[in-house]
């Protein structure tokens, strides 16, 4: 793979779809006067993209945004239609979804790869990269090896070279089940913290399996931060005081 580090990215002009038009968007749009995260994956709707890439992105964005970074941009060789259905499907708002359909950034960067052998033709090595005014800075590119591997592009390793001691937010789950106030008054909580969430809403035996499994309790609302279990509303009213 191609380390493009202090040269210029490619001049590309992207066919986007925003609503019904189509709109061409070039690169000067996205670069040129900005400091832009660019993180490149091999497709829209695949695992590794859609289970950890991705929402890691969309959920350290805040953070890299106050840390000087204007933009994030999630790039693939897909066309716009898969792109702009993927990003409703992740409810990625914190990112700038990039089609290149025609690979043509991509083989610009050194970037583009045959993945004939998983039926799907030319795509993009995994790598990630902060670009400065047009100028790449810096580029974290996966190893050369089998399969797809996911090691040093990931949003955390972007940040920690931005900025080692960044905070990053905490990871919060709630699990909740419909029409209960606790639920209604927990998530507020939450929310007047300035903490996202992940909700979990009940509704099968297999969710209130799980429940069972991690919480030890079957009532709803359960609080999850960072791997610690806080219990119900008043509890976590009482957590949040006291820290």
Not at 27 to 54: I, M, N, R, Y
Not at 73 to 90: A, G, I, P
Not at 196 to 202: A, D, F, K, N
Request: with cysteine; proline share 5%.
């Amino acid at each position: 793979m191609k380390n493009m580090e202090g040269q210029k990215v490619p001049n590309v002009t992207f066919k986007t779809r925003v609503g019904d038009a189509w709109r061409d968007l070039t690169t000067d749009e996205l670069f040129k006067g900005q400091k832009v995260v660019v993180f490149a994956l091999p497709g829209a709707f695949t695992p590794t993209c859609s289970s950890s890439h991705l929402p890691r992105y969309n959920e350290l964005a805040p953070v890299l945004k106050e840390n000087g970074v204007d933009r994030i941009v999630c790039l693939s060789v897909n066309d716009t239609f898969v792109m702009n259905e993927w990003q409703k499907d992740q409810k990625a708002e914190n990112i700038t979804f990039v089609p290149d359909g025609c690979g043509t950034f991509t083989e610009g960067m050194g970037m583009l790869v045959d993945k004939a052998d998983l039926g799907f033709g030319k795509r993009s090595w995994r790598y990630s990269m902060l670009v400065n005014d047009g100028v790449v800075e810096k580029m974290f590119i996966e190893p050369e090896k089998e399969g797809d591997p996911f090691e040093v592009s990931d949003a955390d390793t972007m940040l920690n070279y931005i900025n080692p001691s960044a905070a990053k937010p905490k990871a919060v789950t709630i699990f909740t089940k419909p029409g209960c106030g606790h639920c209604a008054r927990a998530k507020s909580t939450l929310e007047k913290a300035g903490l996202s969430y992940e909700e979990i809403v009940l509704g099968s035996d297999a969710t209130y399996r799980s429940l069972r499994a991690v919480a030890g309790a079957l009532t709803a609302p359960q609080v999850f931060i960072d791997g610690q279990r806080i219990g119900g509303a008043d509890e976590l009213e009482k957590h949040l005081a006291a820290a």
